[in-house]
């Protein structure tokens, strides 16, 4: 079991940014890709962007490419969201995940473990 706790979420206007963090802790959590999902009212969750263990392979959802980066840094077991140029179809609840092995994965049934969300709200 892998640990997750976020951090960083809150209100920002439209062209803003804000830093996610998401803490991990439990059984060798540096071993296993990790990801950012988002689920906003009445809509599925969805994959923001995922990064492989050792931070070299990143995926992201085209509605996020060149506006948000994430990364990783496994001395601190913390993986991070940097979001620029934030847009109010951004707003949604921000889930940190693990997944199942070192890979990038893109789909909710690929993540083992969550943490418990933090909000982002983009007012216009």
């Known amino acids: 079991q892998v640990q997750l706790v976020e951090s960083g979420g809150g209100l920002v206007q439209a062209g803003g940014s804000l830093r996610l963090s998401c803490a991990a802790s439990g059984r060798t959590s540096n071993d296993y890709g990790m990801g950012w999902f988002r689920q906003a009212p009445g809509k599925e969750r969805e994959c923001v962007a995922t990064i492989n263990w050792s931070g070299g392979i990143r995926y992201y959802t085209d509605s996020v490419k060149g506006r948000f980066t994430i990364s990783r840094d496994n001395a601190k077991n913390t993986v991070y969201l940097q979001m620029n140029s934030l847009k109010p179809e951004d707003t949604a609840v921000y889930y940190c995940?693990?997944?199942?092995?070192?890979?990038?994965?893109?789909?909710?049934?690929?993540?083992?473990?969550w943490g418990q969300g933090t909000q982002v709200t983009v007012s216009s």
């Open positions: 995940a693990a997944g199942s092995s070192g890979r990038v994965f893109t789909s909710v049934e690929a993540a083992l473990n």
